[in-house]
């Protein structure tokens, strides 16, 4: 599909983009703001999401919100917090888009580390249920919210020796169509998955480390997909997977 996004599409959003410091995110985090939207910036490394804050605020859009969080290690107590302080001082959450992951090791199960084999799940299948559960009362005062799950090609076919990652997408995959169906009619939240495919960044170099970077498309080739996600011009979407090479 050809989408150009309108230049206010998502003027008065208030967004959550996790993983916003670095690859993906924040390119979506910087489109976003570009776009209108106020965006809070969720991330491990503080260092990195004050140089999104930065670039966003040079650039003249809207201020974001910082919320340095570590989902490796996160307890839901600070995660309430998080959705209090957005209640307070925006009253509502209009999208949420669950970015951050990490890939693991590339190994076969029969010898995977068992802590790492945690923190994986933690991270990319734990701590983005906790998030979404926890910002769902935030994201239904909003006249129509986008929550957006990003998966991977194996997330839908599990493929030998992507161990937790494989996992934890294949899950994560399964929990996004439970909220799809149970929100769709008791809510103005539309769910959906995105499928980045290979895109230049630090996972994916780490994940392919002979591939040539030049050959692969970069994080703002997506976000025309990614905009159309988050914007109005996607009300009523609702629990299908967006490959971003095929849409
Ligand atoms: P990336 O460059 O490695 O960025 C990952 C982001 O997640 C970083 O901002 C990182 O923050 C954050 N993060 C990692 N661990 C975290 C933690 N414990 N707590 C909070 N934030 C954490 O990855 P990417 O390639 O942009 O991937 C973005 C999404 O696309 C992921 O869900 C990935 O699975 C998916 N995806 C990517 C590709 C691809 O080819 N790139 C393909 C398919 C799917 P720090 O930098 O501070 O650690």
Redesign the pocket.
């Known amino acids: 599909m050809l989408y150009e996004a309108p230049a206010e599409l998502l003027t008065n959003k208030i967004l959550l983009v ?10 979506a985090a910087r489109t976003y703001a570009a776009h209108g939207a106020t965006v809070i910036l ?5 260092a ?2 004050e140089a999104v804050y930065d670039e966003i605020v040079a650039a003249g859009h809207p201020e974001p919100g910082i919320a340095p ?6 307890e839901p107590q600070a995660i309430q917090e998080l959705a209090e302080v957005i209640e307070q001082q925006y009253g509502r959450l209009d999208g949420l888009l ?6 693991g090791d590339r190994a076969p199960l029969e010898h995977y580390d068992l802590n790492l084999w945690s ?1 994986v799940i ?3 299948l734990n ?1 983005v249920f906790m998030l979404t559960r926890i910002l769902l009362p935030a994201l239904r005062q909003s006249a129509q919210a986008s929550l957006l799950f ?6 839908a076919t599990p493929r030998a020796y992507w161990g937790p ?1 494989a996992v934890s ?1 294949y899950g994560m995959e399964g929990m996004a169509k439970l909220f799809a169906e149970e929100l769709e009619n008791t809510s103005n939240i539309r769910v959906n998955i ?11 170099a ?3 480390p002979n591939e040539n970077p030049a050959t ?1 498309k970069v ?1 703002e080739d997506l976000m025309p997909l990614y905009l159309y996600l988050m914007g109005d011009d996607s009300a009523g979407v609702n629990g299908k997977t967006f490959n971003a090479n095929s849409w």
């Open positions: 996790t993983g916003a410091g670095d690859g993906i995110g924040r390119v969720l991330g491990k490394t503080t990195k999401l969080m570590d989902l490796a290690n996160v669950h970015n951050a992951s990490i890939l923190r933690q991270v990319n701590a990003t998966s991977s090609s194996v997330g990652y997408k995105i499928n980045p495919g290979a895109t230049r960044t630090r996972m994916r780490a994940a392919y692969v994080p």
